[in-house]
């Protein structure tokens, strides 16, 4: 079974940066869609960004845009999400998700079918 390994969390001042990153347990693994997402205490997990696994298309929650980035390498089988600027709400339990079929909507959590197990992003003020 695939897994998904999250990394790069830990606590930052408000305008900080952070960089998390998702590693696939298998080389082979070639999913449709990856994504982020993230849940804060007593909220329901939310769409952070993903990214097409093939073109490179991504999405971005409102919320991130500009400030986020997703981006993959495809030899390494990981994706990133580069965060700037970061804000008191962004902390959250980030979660890595992967869709291994296609979904024309990939911001729902039904989309992906494998997922992290959470790597925890705080944001002082």
Do not use: H
Request: glycine share 10%; proline share 3%.
């Amino acid at each position: 079974q695939v897994q998904l390994v999250e990394s790069g969390g830990g606590l930052v001042q408000a305008g900080g940066s952070l960089r998390l990153s998702c590693a696939a347990s298998e080389r082979t693994f070639t999913p449709y869609t990856m994504g982020w997402f993230r849940r804060a205490p007593g909220l329901e997990r939310e769409f952070v960004a993903a990214i097409r696994w093939g073109t490179g298309y991504t999405y971005y929650a409102e919320s991130v845009k500009g400030r986020f980035t997703i981006s993959r390498d495809n030899a390494k089988k990981t994706v990133t999400l580069q965060m700037n600027s970061l804000k008191p709400d962004d902390t959250a339990v980030y979660y890595c998700a992967a869709a291994t079929s296609f979904s024309i909507t990939p911001t729902g959590v039904n989309a992906y079918n494998y997922w992290g197990q959470g790597t925890q992003v705080t944001v002082s003020s």
